[in-house]
């Protein structure tokens, strides 16, 4: 049985097909569906240059990649409320692969959706998010063919 599906998101549009799949196995299954995307932090010069000097500290964390990435997950999850997911979105500070990985782990996930952007070419023996999530995972993983 399936209860718990984590999703890996960063927006695009193949990311976005992947988003369409686990969001259709979490409405066939009654799963719970996890939206994760990862931001990278902004240095203390740049949140000065983007949020000024006016904004607490607290504030200006929150200005930049982590607003964009809180867009992201957003819209992946009101595609899955639309349907009756029960669904929660997860921003991470890092990279893909420790965000989606982590919150699998935390989650106690039965899945972990990803697309197969990346798994070809020279990304595939570099290391792409799903090729390192596939050999990674604490449970079963779906790759979505998103071409």
């Known amino acids: ?4 599906i984590v999703i890996g998101t960063d927006g695009s549009e193949t990311a976005d097909r992947a988003v369409e799949q ?11 569906l996890a939206v994760v995307s990862a ?3 902004v240095s203390a010069t ?8 006016h904004l ?8 930049g990649p982590r607003d964009q990435v809180n867009l992201v997950i957003a819209a992946a999850a009101e595609k899955a409320a639309a349907v009756g997911v029960d669904v929660q979105p ?17 989650l106690n996930a039965d899945l972990i959706v990803v697309g197969n952007k990346g798994m ?17 995972a604490p449970c079963s ?7």
């Open 90 to 106: 997860v921003a991470i500070e890092g990279d893909a692969v420790t965000a989606i990985l982590d919150t699998a782990e935390k």
């Open 39 to 41: 931001y990278k932090p």
């Open 1 to 4: 049985m399936i209860n718990h």
């Open 56 to 63: 607490p500290g607290d504030l200006r964390h929150g200005v």
């Open 141 to 147: 993983v779906f790759i979505v063919n998103t071409a």
């Open 120 to 136: 070809s070419g020279a990304r595939r023996m570099l290391g792409s998010v799903p090729n390192n999530i596939s050999h990674n």
């Open 22 to 32: 686990a969001v259709e196995l979490a409405r066939r299954f009654g799963a719970n």
């Open 46 to 53: 740049k949140q000065r240059e983007v949020a000024g000097e």
